[in-house]
Nanobody, 115 residues
Framework: QVQLVESGGGLVQAGGSLRLTCAASGSIFSIDFMGWYRQAPGKQRDLVAIITRGGGTTYQDSVRGRFTISRDNAKNTVYLQMNSLKPEDTAVYYC?????????WGQGTQVTVSS
């Protein structure tokens, strides 16, 4: 099994920044990708950003240019630097990991952006 522990959420004013961290542990052998999804109340869970083992990245259009995903392979950790935050970024952010046929989720961390 793989465990994901997220940190770094919180309350910030519009225009501010936050950095999310997700550390993976357990049965790690070869992570294919790590990334972040978010879910606002009453909405579906959507992809925010993802980074592959080779370093390729994909971003949701609404965050491109404001958010940056990065990864420390040695620490099995993924980061999401979020700048120029907007109230519409408010959501629970979930870490997601793919390894072989396995898919794993973190417990989520709340990000609230006040206007």
């Amino acid at each position: 099994q793989v465990q994901l522990v997220e940190s770094g959420g919180g309350l910030v004013q519009a225009g501010g920044s936050l950095r999310l961290t997700c550390a993976a542990s357990g049965s790690i052998f070869s992570i294919d990708f790590m990334g972040w999804y978010r879910q606002a109340p009453g909405k579906q869970r959507d992809l925010v950003a993802i980074i592959t083992r080779g370093g390729g990245t994909t971003y949701q259009d609404s965050v491109r240019g404001r958010f940056t995903i990065s990864r420390d392979n040695a620490k099995n950790t993924v980061y999401l630097q979020m700048n120029s935050l907007k109230p519409e970024d408010t959501a629970v952010y979930y870490c997601h990991l793919g390894q072989g046929s396995g898919r794993y989720w973190g417990q989520g961390t709340q990000v609230t952006v006040s206007s």
